[in-house]
């Protein structure tokens, strides 16, 4: 009788109590990436470059990372004009990631075909995605893209600046930034019962460590709108983090204004690694879904340092860091940790303890001094 009365309870509750999101940065795919990754055979493996990380990832009830290539074919190829081997996706999902945002200024690199390729690649995988569409029809059919994630129901949107000057000849559709179409995807999602509405936004200027006018006033924008998370990339650096109650609406708000690299061939201090933010679910008194917390965890790129090593993500922390990136790891926490100390509201970085097969990362203290 006991087991009945939990069992009628849980039914008549609005949902789930909490549930955990993670959000990644940037995932780039440079050309110094594509020739580490080549192999004998001439195929791209890329198994080894996440498994440090893929505890923290998969402990999430959902995580989204932004691939910032299009999934074009052969041949494959870096900046200026990217495109990613369909492995690379692979890799992504089994470390277990859930959603790929495809809305960025690269996702017309392979211009039109390079799109719907991506798209046709993302179905042949199973894999759930945003931001680009076969036509007006598809997205329609696509949007409002809504998870139940643990009795939360969960909209995601995606949008970028622009796409570096080249323009679609085709019906697809990027979705690019336009408060109209940001204002009309919102109320849609609201109206198809969506809870909480996490709008990833590709914006910002390249390699600035704090947001412009521009991202301040379009985050004061979305706040308008009732969205609950703002999630950003492109400037490929870290920029503050703020979770804060709305003065508009008293919601809390989670805004990240730039998540930086989650993994790169790009070499200065600050583009060696990024930031995941972790985002915690929960209920008021209510019933009523928030965002009751956030935490972000700082990851660094080791790149090859002898012949046959393939690049390797790992928590910036970690002491699996060859000696000959030691001084770049240290300029790259130092530097992001100036920025989160001054400038994060409410989200504190996360020194919970990740062990897996390939790496340790300890708590704080071994952050202390850098």
């Known amino acids: 009788m006991f087991a009945i009365l939990i069992a009628l309870c849980a039914l008549l509750l609005p949902g789930g109590d909490s549930a955990e999101l993670v ?81 960025n200024n ?4 392979r211009r039109d075909k390079g799109v719907l390729r991506t798209i046709s690649a993302f179905e042949s995988k199973g894999v759930s995605w945003i931001g680009v569409y076969r036509d007006a029809a598809h997205r329609e059919q696509h949007l409002p893209f809504i998870r139940d994630i643990n009795g939360f129901k969960i909209a995601f949107l995606n949008y970028t600046y622009g796409t570096n000057g080249i323009e679609k000849r085709t019906p697809i559709v990027i979705d690019y930034i336009n408060r109209d179409t940001i204002a009309s995807d919102v109320s849609r999602a609201r109206e198809n019962g969506a809870d909480l509405i996490a709008v990833c936004i590709h914006w910002g200027d390249e390699y600035k460590l704090l947001p412009n006018s521009t991202q301040r006033s379009l985050a004061r924008y979305l706040e308008t709108l009732g969205v609950d998370m703002i999630i950003g990339g492109h400037p490929h650096v870290i920029q503050p983090m703020e979770l804060r109650k709305s003065e508009i609406n008293n919601r809390s708000v989670l805004t990240v204004y730039s998540l930086g690299n989650f993994i790169s061939a790009m070499r200065t201090t600050d583009t060696r690694g990024g930031a995941m933010v972790r985002v915690t679910l929960g209920r008021d008194a209510d019933g009523n879904a928030m965002v009751t917390g956030a935490s972000y965890r700082m990851v660094f790129v080791q790149p090859p340092v002898k012949k046959g090593d393939n690049f390797r993500l790992l928590p910036a922390e970690s002491e699996d860091v060859h000696p000959s990136m030691e001084l770049r790891r240290k300029g790259f926490i ?37």
């Open 23 to 103: 959000f990644a940065g940037d995932a780039m795919q440079h050309q110094r990436q594509i020739d580490a990754a080549r192999q004998p055979d001439g195929s791209l493996d890329y198994s080894g470059y996440f498994t440090a990380l893929q505890p923290y990832i998969s402990s999430a009830d959902y995580a989204v990372v932004n691939i910032e290539a299009p999934l074009g074919g052969a041949p494959y190829s870096g900046y200026p004009m990217f495109c990613a081997h369909d492995n690379y996706v692979t890799a992504l999902t089994d470390a277990g990631f859930d959603l790929m945002l495809s809305a």
């Open 106 to 109: 690269h996702i017309l690199d």
């Open 334 to 370: 130092r530097n992001a940790r100036t920025i989160f100390d001054r400038h994060n509201i409410n989200v504190p970085m996360d020194t919970t303890a990740i062990v897996s097969q390939d790496a340790v990362s300890c708590p704080s203290d071994t952050l202390k001094g850098i």
